[in-house]
């Protein structure tokens, strides 16, 4: 008897299109009423599904605005990597601000934070897989929990309680502090 396989979630087609609009209904509620006022029957509505088809991949709205926060910022994609470890922090600690200036990626990113309860985020977890990246390349210069505390901690600190003083960081400065706490 052949073993049981977990179904495949297809990524392409009508799946792709639905969720697209899911996630376009989704940034554009919270845009409009913030992340704590979301329900799948409100999602669902905008995106034009079934909510059952939300509730069989999320189960919940806060699940559902965990997942889609970690999707705004691509785990996927590529980091800096020039052979200056320096900049590439900087430009990698831009990108974090740049991207959580967004309003309604700062209101994915708390209401993700605020799903995940006393769990680690996805968000978190998928910045924590990238501070490791770079602590390796530091050949022991610094460890990943540095970077998360030195780079990442404040940006997150500032979206979450500080939104409006984002524009106002100087990321070369949370990148000097770890090097030369790390020196």
């Known amino acids: ?25 989704v ?6 009423h913030g992340s704590d006022a979301i329900t799948i029957p409100m999602v669902a509505e905008r995106a034009g599904v079934n909510h059952s088809s939300i509730y069989r991949r999320w189960g919940d ?6 997942d889609l926060a970690t999707y ?6 590529g980091l800096p990597d020039t052979g200056d470890l320096r ?11 740049s991207h959580y ?17 006393e769990s680690e985020s996805d968000c978190l977890r998928d910045r924590r897989a990238e501070a490791a990246d770079f602590a390796a390349r530091s050949a022991g210069t610094f460890s990943s929990d540095q970077v ?3 780079v990442v901690a404040p940006i997150i600190y500032r979206v979450i309680f500080l939104p409006w003083t984002l524009p106002e960081v100087d ?13």
Do not use: F, H
Request: proline share 3%.
């Open 1 to 25: 008897m052949a073993g049981k396989s977990s179904p495949q979630r297809r990524t392409g087609g009508r799946s792709a299109i639905v969720l697209t609009s899911i996630r376009k209904a």
């Open 27 to 32: 940034e554009e509620l919270i845009a409009e």
């Open 61 to 66: 709205a806060r699940t559902m605005i965990n």
């Open 87 to 97: 900049d590439d922090l900087t430009v990698w600690a831009d990108e974090l601000v």
């Open 72 to 77: 705004r910022l691509d785990p996927d994609r």
């Open 148 to 150: 998360i505390d030195c």
């Open 171 to 183: 990321v070369r400065t949370y990148v000097d502090d770890l090097c030369e706490r790390s020196a």
């Open 101 to 117: 200036s967004r309003p309604v990626n700062a209101a994915l990113l708390r209401g993700g934070a605020a799903a995940a309860g």
